[in-house]
């Protein structure tokens, strides 16, 4: 049997036609220029009003890490662009003059002019000298902030989803997952990242599209509060990243560095940063190749080689003193194998099932066109315009022989090319007047969704058209029932038909779906931050029309206060809003109208038990938070925070079989209550460091209203469960120290706790709970509890595959299940595993004590010295050495999730980098 062709590729005439809805607009603004950031401009003077001519200013915000210093020019004027909104510290020094330092806070893209005064040394005069900013901040809205200098030093596990990665390590509330994937607060992936105000709110992780490059990155901020009313769709984080700009630098600046580590993984990196007072380019590429590039279901690697290439280029252009224009380009392209299973490798070859190792590849290409348009209207207005086209081509590869896609979890092999292209524009306007910040602002967004799946049965058990005498399915054909053995064989009652034809075991072919439609999304806002002494109030509200396979409008207040205590550096918060959730995109159709395809249907039925027809709305969410900030003498600063959210339609994801292709699928309502803090370290001697710990619980109720599928062996019921995303706690360590004398030598460790994802088909014994999913392992087919021969509770692993019980880590009364060897039932009380946790006999509840991935604690180290070897003032060269999982912890993300399957941590790994700067 061979690969059959893709049938209906997605055409690129929505592309095209999104190309030029928007061409219009950017030639007409090609002649003006842009900034989405904030903007400082200043003069420094001595205390007499003189000019100083070349003093040094420096920008710096302790708890960020973030710090920048520039030249003034000979008539003493400093211009700082392109910064994060925060607070700062603004310092400036000069021959012979005391130095001077200011607090300033950068919250909208309107220019701030801050002079700053220095007085002759030993002179009476007085000058600004404040105190180093609290760490502290008055925003009522919880978040974190990461500049570049944390960034450059984290270990993290590779370049092709290292931005998830660092979001994971340095923010509260994030439980990790598999191939980058992070669930923010107790939701799935519900995460929108804004870079340099371009929304992105699909899915971003290895295997549903490439991100952002982390080498594009200046600095993010991380918003865990509830959002202003500028941010909307997916809200549980808002990750708002500031690209790296080369506007200011006026020699060319960049690096070029190489890298080689374990499972042949290989890293070439180059980027340049030029420009000058008004024009700048940053540009970046790099490829990746690896023998493990995406987390495997097993701990020893098959069938997992991957590659990645990318490219990103901002440039920034002012051409007057009143407008001025960015534009981000960026295209990736990543090529990687499925991997497999020990029973798809090997496992089913030996029993004779299929006739090779199962080879599944995927393609995703994405493109990036997105142009800024800044305006100064006034000294304290400023105005932003910018249309955006994002595209992502996904293109999944079945077998060459589709039957050798034949697994313990896919009775299907599956073809897939979809695309999803968003078009749109945004516009805003931030308007300082007095204590208040003002911001209007709206966002017209068309998504594009093609999708199109090429599909065949590849177990000859899923539709058999006969039964043998013990009832269970017969490898003959519809027509011999009764002809070769009356006796022998029955009629399967539960054949179908409709998918005869599309039986690959029995001789069919491949049956082919296409679905498409147009998603459309328009918001309008404002905002306002009023500061009134040591109070500080957010007002917005937002208003959210969404045109998809649903209509839906709905208004959204937020709303949020604090006030700080500035004798004791405390900061007292409350916030709360009110949003829209709208159903994921990728694969939104198949989820939405498969069941009324009469084959989808079919198949879903035969591998799912029903398929009913179920369109999705899009939900509303409530959330409430409550937090502090507390500044501990000058160098350290604690946070906490208490949420609450509850959601009326919550979304989650399933998946076909083994395979990347997952869908949307839709819940009644989730509760998600928890709390979460950190604690940041400024520079102390040279040692910083950042904790984060988060305890939230997902709590989702039945019955499934939306998607086809189902994920809860209670489905019908309107029990609640927690979903599979799922953690009582995780934290996160990240230790940095440079040494004093020579600070470009550094060691970094990052210590990651996680108590484990709930794995709900982790097998347990329950044969009497009324909201418990162990109950297809615990009785009979007529629903009497299991005993083994001495009358003890007996749990049924039939329907697990030796390797799924290795993967999980089963033993037996003392006997661990081996890849080749399994058990057809174990006593319950004899069950264990040191990697999933078993809940007690009677005792599991898909509420309040389901099973879980057991905890792990990771470890991982860095080592370096950018400055290794400097050969002028202007070129170095720099060398670091990167340990992942330095235990080499045996470890699980997940087990048999419905929504990813099984995936084992990363494996200790070792690379070694050397880097050449300028």
């Known amino acids: 049997m061979q690969r059959s062709g893709f049938f209906r590729f997605a ?118 000298v404040e105190a180093t900013p609290d760490l502290t901040e008055s925003d009522p809205t919880f978040h974190t902030d990461v500049d570049r200098a944390m960034i450059s030093h984290l270990p993290t596990e590779g370049a092709s989803s290292e931005l998830s990665s660092i979001v994971t390590q340095l923010t509260p509330g994030v439980a990790a997952d598999s191939n980058g994937l992070l669930h923010g607060l107790g939701d799935h992936n519900e995460v929108s990242f804004s870079v340099d105000g371009q929304p992105i709110t699909d899915q971003q992780s290895k295997v549903f599209s490439n991100q952002l490059p982390a080498d594009a990155v200046q600095s993010f901020e991380v918003i865990e509060g509830a959002p202003p009313a500028e941010y909307g769709d997916k809200t549980s984080l808002v990750v708002v990243v500031t690209t790296r700009s080369g506007q200011g630098i006026t020699k060319p600046t960049g690096e070029v560095s190489f890298s080689y580590g374990s499972f042949g993984t290989s890293h070439l990196l180059a980027n340049m940063a030029w420009g000058g007072p008004k024009w700048g380019n940053f540009i970046t590429g790099s490829g990746l190749e690896s023998g493990r590039f995406l987390d495997a279901p097993e701990f020893v690697v098959y069938h997992d080689k991957g590659n990645e290439e990318n490219f990103f280029d901002r440039i920034d252009g002012q051409f007057s003193d009143v407008s001025s224009m960015h534009l981000n380009l960026q295209y990736t392209r990543s090529l990687f194998q499925t991997p497999n299973s020990y029973d798809t490798q090997y496992g089913f070859q030996q029993q004779g099932l299929t006739t090779g190792a199962t080879d599944q590849r995927s393609k995703i290409e994405t493109y990036l066109f997105a142009p800024t348009y800044t305006r100064v209207l006034s000294s304290a207005a400023v105005l932003n315009f ?58 017209y967004q068309q998504t594009f969704l093609r999708e199109n799946d090429v599909l065949g049965l590849v177990d000859s058990n899923l539709n058999a058209p006969c039964l043998d005498v013990n009832g269970n399915p017969a490898n003959v054909g519809p027509n011999q029932c009764a002809t070769v053995n009356a006796s022998s064989f029955s009629a399967n009652p539960n054949y179908s038909p409709v998918l005869a034809p599309y039986d690959l075991t029995r001789g069919g072919g491949t049956y082919i779906w296409h ?108 959330e409430f938070h409550a937090g502090f900030s507390q500044a501990i003498g000058s160098h350290l600063v604690v946070n906490g925070e208490w949420i609450s959210k509850y959601t009326h339609n919550g979304y989650d994801f399933s998946v076909l079989g083994a395979t990347p292709i997952t869908f949307p699928i839709e819940w009644h309502n989730s509760k998600i209550p928890g709390y979460t803090a950190s604690a940041t370290l400024a520079d102390v001697k040279g040692l910083t460091a950042r904790v984060v710990f988060s305890s939230v619980a997902a709590r989702f109720f039945n019955p499934q209203i939306g998607g086809v599928g189902a994920t809860v062996a209670t489905g019908g019921s309107t029990l609640p469960f927690r979903i599979d995303h799922d953690e009582r706690a995780n934290a996160s360590t990240f230790i940095e120290y440079r040494v004093p004398r020579h600070k470009n030598l550094y060691y970094s460790l990052n210590w990651r706790y996680d108590s484990g994802l709930v794995a709900g088909s982790v097998p347990c014994y329950n044969a009497t709970g009324a909201n418990s999913g162990c109950t297809g392992f615990s009785t009979d087919a007529n629903g009497n509890p299991l005993v083994n021969a001495s009358g003890q509770p007996l749990i049924n692993l039939s329907s697990l595959t030796a390797d799924e019980q290795f993967q999980a880590g089963l033993t037996c009364d003392g006997v661990r299940a081996t890849q080749t060897q399994g058990f057809t039932g174990c006593d319950a009380a004899g069950l264990t595993s040191k990697l999933v946790s078993i809940p007690g006999i009677n005792q599991e509840d898909d509420d309040h004590n389901p099973p879980r991935i057991s905890q792990r604690n990771l470890f991982d180290m860095e080592m370096g010295d950018d400055d290794l070897v400097h050969f002028s003032d202007r070129y170095h060269l720099g060398a670091r050495l990167t340990a992942v999982n330095v235990t080499n912890k045996y470890a699980l993300y997940n087990f048999l999730s419905t929504f990813s399957g099984t995936h084992y941590v990363t494996p200790r790994t070792v690379t070694g980098e050397i880097a050449f700067r300028f």
Not at 394 to 409: T, V
Request: hydrophobic fraction near 40%; aromatic fraction near 8%.
């Open 515 to 622: 679905g498409q439609t147009d998603v459309k999304q328009l918001a309008l806002y404002a905002q306002d931050q009023l500061t009134a002494g040591n109070w500080q109030f957010n007002f917005g509200v937002r208003g959210d029309f969404y045109n998809g396979l649903a209509i839906d409008r709905q208004p959204e207040p937020r709303a949020g206060l604090s006030y700080n205590v500035k004798k004791t550096g405390t900061v007292l918060r409350l916030s709360y809003a009110r949003t829209q959730e709208t159903p994921f995109n990728e694969n939104l159709v198949l989820s939405a109208h498969g069941c009324l395809d009469p084959v989808l249907n079919a198949v879903f039925t035969a591998t799912a038990g029903y398929c009913n027809p179920a369109p999705f709305r899009p939900g509303f969410r409530n």
């Open 386 to 443: 910018a249309p955006y086209i994002r595209h992502d081509s996904y293109r999944y590869l079945p077998s060459a022989n589709l039957l050798n896609d034949l697994g313990p979890i896919q009775q299907e092999s599956v073809g897939q090319q979809r695309s999803l292209t968003n078009a749109g524009v945004r516009s805003d306007v931030s308007w300082t007047l007095g204590h208040n910040s003002l911001k209007f602002g709206g966002m």
């Open 11 to 128: 055409s690129p005439s929505q592309l095209h036609r999104a190309l030029l809805a928007v061409a219009p607009i950017t030639l007409a603004m090609a002649a003006v220029a842009q900034s989405t950031s904030g903007v400082i401009a200043g003069t420094a003077k001595d205390s007499t009003g003189a000019l100083v001519p070349n003093a040094t200013v420096t920008l710096q915000n302790r708890g960020s890490g973030y710090s920048r210093t520039v030249t003034a020019d000979a008539a003493g004027r400093f211009t700082f662009t392109n910064i994060p909104f925060d607070e700062y510290q603004l310092s400036a020094m000069g021959a012979g003059l005391q130095a001077s330092a200011k607090r300033v806070r950068v919250s909208s893209a309107v220019p701030l002019a801050v002079d700053v005064t220095l007085a002759v040394v030993g002179s009476s005069t007085t000058v600004d």
